[in-house]
């Protein structure tokens, strides 16, 4: 089924949020842990010191996603098709197991 180019506008829409907010939760998760431990009082950090620390985990944000792009594109090129070849000759050996017989040795009268 094709895809319209509305949908497609939607997915790099939600794509690009994802990129945008994804590093936000990180820095709020990271605050939040650091302020429950009592290692920072919100009141210490300045909106520069924000700044930094969003743009520090957007750029591992992005590494990290282009990262597992890369490991799963490479799986997929190199690696899937020797493992389908082998789940392939293992069914073969499995339907000619099982078109044998598997009772005792069959002798031939004349």
């Not at 180019?5 to 842990?33: C, M, N, W």
């Amino acid at each position: 089924m094709p895809v319209s180019p509305s949908q497609k506008r939607i997915g790099i829409l939600i794509i690009g949020l994802v990129i945008l907010f994804a590093p936000a939760l990180f820095v709020l998760a990271t605050l939040e842990f650091l302020i429950l431990s009592g290692n920072l009082a919100l009141s210490e950090i300045s909106l520069l010191e924000f700044v930094e620390l969003y743009l520090i985990d957007l750029v591992l944000f992005v590494v990290l996603g282009y990262g597992i792009y890369r490991l799963t594109f490479w799986l997929i090129k190199d690696q899937l098709p020797e493992a389908l070849d082998t789940v392939e000759e293992t069914e073969v050996t499995d339907s000619v197991d099982e078109a044998e017989p598997s009772g005792g040795v069959s002798e031939e009268r004349s």
